[in-house]
């Protein structure tokens, strides 16, 4: 029998992605959830009770320093991220990463060195390219069906963040300039970046935009950000991420236009829509898009699977995103 990969969970502070997976992880039988951490007491006792693991603390050595552990999950706010997943791979873990990586390239280049010189696996969680709509829209495009991409849209609109399930405190370390690299932008243009890269397949050669707080003119940090990206093929895409939607009326869509057909989806409607040269559009149920990084962390661990996202990979999509903060500041 195969031994389970033992795998510790520290801070919860993003909880829509670390609750998820620390439920995941329980109920996978190849895995254990050998640990659970958060600096809260009151947290970390909540996700305790969800996934019935017995052994918590609030300290992160308790994961860091067990010769038990094979693998950490960092879920904690991005300001505390960098140094506990620079000794993770010092202490020979994998890596499950919180998104985006680092606030700063010097605090990312740290991660990058240490990931690098351990040889541990590193799985980036704003990426998604085994899920039924990532295999879908990569089968598109590499079939050459899409012909040669021209044109991309990616948008969602959602709220504010909470701090935690059923607060009314507000976004907390969301909108908090100190411990994140910016506001309702990079909150999920991480996402699509990194799906960018993956179906586009060319660096970034100009990008221009605007960040404006429109529903919460109080807040530290954006609301509202839109970026324009010229890539070095020759092909445009936008990139807008928003929390001014009300409630109940969140989505995502994108839109992949190319020379011989286009793409597009929309979670609002629950359509997934195709259209050939020469052809009409087809319209299908859209493919769910849940979160892989358990599966290919676990492919990576145990089969050799190289994650399709690296260390790299966040590292780059991080330097995008500051890249386009600065256009928007300067107007260019």
């Avoid at 980036?124 to 079939?143: D, F, M, Q």
């Avoid at 599966?295 to 145990?302: D, G, P």
């Amino acid at each position: 029998m195969t031994t389970p990969i033992r795998i510790g969970i520290i801070g919860f502070d993003h909880w829509y992605a670390g609750i998820p997976f620390a439920r995941k992880v329980a109920a996978e039988p190849t895995v254990s959830l050998h640990a659970l951490v958060d600096r809260d007491p009151a947290r970390v006792a909540h996700v305790a009770e969800l996934t019935g693991c017995a052994r918590t603390s609030t300290d992160p050595a308790f994961v860091l320093d067990d010769p038990d552990v094979d693998a950490i999950a960092c879920f904690t706010s991005v300001d505390q991220s960098p140094e506990l997943c620079v000794a993770a791979a010092r202490a020979g873990k994998h890596i499950v990463s919180v998104k985006p990586l680092a606030m700063t390239l010097p605090e990312a280049d740290r991660v990058v060195e240490a990931v690098e010189a351990a040889g541990v696996v590193f799985v980036p969680s704003e990426s998604r390219h085994t899920s039924p709509l990532a295999r879908r829209l990569s089968e598109l495009v590499g079939s050459g069906r899409l012909g040669e991409l021209r044109a991309g849209t990616f948008a969602m609109d959602s709220g504010l963040p909470t701090a935690w399930p059923g607060s009314t405190a507000g976004p907390g370390w969301w909108a908090d300039p100190a411990r994140t690299a910016g506001g309702g932008w990079i909150d999920h243009a991480v996402y699509q970046l990194d799906r960018m890269q993956a179906l586009f397949g060319s660096p970034v050669a100009e990008v221009r935009g605007t960040v404006a707080n429109i529903a919460h003119p109080d807040l530290p940090v954006e609301d509202y950000g839109h970026a324009v990206f010229t890539l070095d093929s020759g092909a445009v895409v936008t990139v807008e991420d928003t929390w001014i939607a009300p409630a109940g009326a969140s989505s995502t869509r994108a839109h992949l236009v190319g020379s011989r057909g286009a793409v597009f989806h929309d979670t609002a409607t629950g359509t997934f829509g195709f259209a050939e040269q020469g052809g009409e559009w087809t319209f299908a149920k859209l493919p769910a898009d849940t979160f892989d990084t358990l599966e290919v962390l676990l492919a990576a661990v145990r089969d050799g699977v190289p994650p399709q996202s690296t260390v790299r990979t966040a590292r780059a999509t991080l330097a995008t995103c500051l890249d386009f903060y600065e256009a928007a500041r300067h107007g260019r």
